[in-house]
């Protein structure tokens, strides 16, 4: 079963910055569209961006502009650049490999950003 690995996340104050990672030990995901998705407590899954087999990128609203993503295909890295933080991004961050029919999820990593 694939089971892909989160790390990066970590806690920073307002306006400070982080990267996120994902792989997937023994898979590789460079046939894959990859997504990043966050859950703060209490709240619905919310899609935060997306990388294209081809390298295309979309970004949700609430993070346009301050957040990039982009993959290491040497790497089968899926990096998640996040900058200008706000209180508001504090969530547990997953990302999710879409493979023809099928979705990989990882655990996640959590993301907090005080005031």
């Known amino acids: 079963q694939v089971r892909l690995e989160e790390s990066g996340g970590g806690s920073v104050q307002a306006g400070g910055s982080l990267r996120l990672s994902c792989t997937a030990p023994?898979?590789?995901?460079?046939?894959?569209?990859m997504r990043w998705y966050r859950q703060a407590a209490g709240k619905q899954r919310e899609w935060v961006s997306s990388?294209?087999?081809?390298?295309?990128?979309s970004y949700g609203d609430s993070v346009k502009g301050r957040f990039t993503i982009s993959k290491d295909k040497a790497k089968d890295t899926v990096y998640l650049q996040m900058n200008s933080l706000k209180p508001e991004d504090t969530a547990m961050y997953s990302c999710?490999?879409?493979?023809?029919?099928?979705?990989?999820w990882g655990q996640g990593t959590q993301v907090t950003v005080s005031s």
């Open positions: 999710g490999a879409s493979c023809r029919d099928l979705f990989y």
């Open positions: 023994g898979f590789t995901s460079n046939n894959c569209g």
């Open positions: 990388i294209s087999i081809d390298g295309r990128t």
